[in-house]
């Protein structure tokens, strides 16, 4: 068992947005193998209440308050500094100092840090490993950001990309390390990043198939006269958000044509004003909701039209793990270990997503045998574990090590001082 200092921006409990899920998992994987030193932020009052329950994994914690509102004002530092908005946004100076303390104190075998704006504290660690997870290419992000808004926020997130890659490049160098979600996303770093070449890897995300189940009994939360077509995530994410502005201008209109019981549920927490906008006699915004599950296992079928969202979406694994037929954005598919059309629906159009929906809800027997496909493939090839211990090969050398140095302090504990009578 090593020492492994574990950073990352969020606070990974509860579980109930894509980073999050991760952060979570990747606790728990390296909390039953090593003693985890967790650094985070919280950014939501509302997961104050769940530090104890994180504690629990830890063997020490530091978590630093992050309020939005202050950090976006802190993050407009980068336009004088030159840097990217997002590192300033993360930068705390008790963190950092927490950080210095730790690293003194205890002797951390190698350091997981999660996002790369949290690689700005990389210079404060003395780890021999330290392992990098990007998940996927953020600036790459922000460059489709600009290319779908207007000036002046296209130049704001245009001048994003281009800064915050250079900080990337920068940050990946100095990991032993870096991990992304997908092979695509490792490619296409390696493509923006041609010095990081062979210091990258991919480590994809998984899903507790266990708990997304369609064996668990639950009320369905649907009139029954309704048909309903669901979309699950977190509203103040603006992918998920330019995803059901979408749907539901483009879309469901033509499908309404069609299935007039037809009713949209955008379900997840925050809904920002625009999400809040769409509510109407076909369209139910839920906001935040106790279990999502119910809502996936008596959907028609689950939707996931994302035109900007990037890597493995752990929204789709979650709905194809409870038995659900999914209708993908092409490029969400295509990051799957899964075979479209069997496994899944892919989409791109709004054409397209007019008929593979309706496609579904006119035939009930093809979509059971897809969503049975989908958690078929998805308990076969999606488990947490098998996925996570792919940071073994480098975690274990600081095991082994951690593991001697304790062995040669026992030994040395048991040495009489020279002079001491026996």
Known sequence: M????FLTH????PPNKGDKVRTYHLLKYLSARHRVFLGTFVDDP????????VRASCADLHVATLDPKLAKVASLRGLLSGEALTVPYYRDAGLRAWIRRTCASQRIDAAMIFSS??????????????LAVFDDVDSAKWSEYANHHRWPMSWVYGREARKLLEFERRAAMQATCTFFVTDNEAALFTRLAPECAGRVGVVSNGVDAGFFSPAHESASPFAADEVPVVFTGAMDYWPNVDAVVWFAAEVMPRLREQWPRLRFYIVGRSPTSQVQALVAADIVVTGTVDDVRPYLRHAACVVAPLRLARGIQNKILEAMAMGQAVVAAESCAGALDAVVERDMVAATSAEDYVRQVGSLLADRARAASIGAAARERVVARYSWDAHLAGFDRYLAP???ASSIAAAEGGRLSQVEPEGRAA
């Open 117 to 130: 704006a949290m690689m700005q504290y990389a210079d404060d660690i003395p780890a021999p490993v330290k």
């Open 398 to 400: 600081a095991q082994q």
């Open 46 to 53: 509302a997961d104050r209440m769940h530090i104890d329950r």
């Open 10 to 13: 969020r606070l990974p409990y």
């Open 2 to 5: 090593g020492n492994v200092l």
